[in-house]
């Protein structure tokens, strides 16, 4: 069965801090996304990569960051959280570099207040 | 560009009623077509999807979906209604192969679904 597990569910943080959201997958697959989930924005999406240490800014990069060192982790970083980022972050993990018809696979998402 | 508008922030409807969701795009290629669904406290599982093909597309929970072209449209629908379907749906959309280096999804702002008793 496909697996995205997003380490952490709810985070508080304090504004200035830096912030590591880590996802894994057991899937094998080469393309991972990082979205932020917002009412009544939908998602969107942050940063995505096609394969190990390949990263492409997605629609709302700015004050984020990424690093895909291994295949089946995909870490985004805030350098330094102000409360605007405080959001539902979903991490997400597709088979096949430019299969856009490919189903995408969500994790459970992780809540980050930032105070 | 791609964009996708859900028609209706909140839909209510009540249980054994039928259920419509409604959603356009906007795609300057031929696009790939999702719903998703999110249920409280939790990430978003594939309703159904249009690839190819058939142009009415069936999904998980007696959930179909429509392709229409000439009305840019993909409305997701079910005839009766249950109190478990009550949840957040978003449309998504996705451009072919070449046209869309690395798979880009573009989802909608989402519906949320009550159910009444």
């Known amino acids: 069965d496909v697996k995205v597990t997003q380490s952490s569910r709810y985070l508080v943080k304090r504004t ?13 697959h080469e393309n991972m996304f990082w979205y932020r989930q917002d009412p009544g924005l939908g998602l969107r999406l942050i ?24 295949k089946e982790r995909f870490s985004l970083i805030l350098e330094s959280a102000s409360t605007n980022q405080t959001s539902m972050y979903l ?22 207040t930032v105070v | 560009a791609q964009s996708v508008t859900q028609l209706g922030s909140h839909v209510s409807v009540s249980e054994g009623a039928l259920v419509l969701l409604r959603c356009n795009y906007s795609s300057s290629v031929p696009p790939y077509l999702f719903w998703y669904v999110q249920y409280p406290n939790q990430g978003l599982q594939l309703l159904l999807k249009y ?3 058939a142009t009415l597309v069936k999904g998980i929970n007696g959930f179909e ?4 072209k000439s009305e840019t449209s993909f409305h997701l629908t079910k005839p009766s209604a249950h109190m478990s379907d009550a949840a957040e749906y978003f449309c998504a959309v996705s451009a072919r192969g070449a046209y869309n280096q690395g798979g880009k999804l573009i989802f909608g702002q989402g519906t949320e679904l009550s159910v009444k008793p």
């Open chain 1, 16 to 28: 200035g801090e830096k912030v590591f959201l880590e996802c894994v997958q057991d899937m094998d």
């Open chain 1, 47 to 70: 940063y995505f990569s096609y394969d190990v240490k390949m990263k492409e800014k997605g629609d709302i990069p700015e004050g984020y960051s990424v690093s895909r060192e291994k």
């Open chain 1, 91 to 112: 991490c997400a993990s597709r088979n096949g570099a430019g299969s856009s018809g490919n189903t995408i696979y969500f994790g459970e998402g992780s809540w980050l």
């Open chain 2, 51 to 53: 690839t190819t093909g």
């Open chain 2, 65 to 68: 979906a429509e392709f229409k």
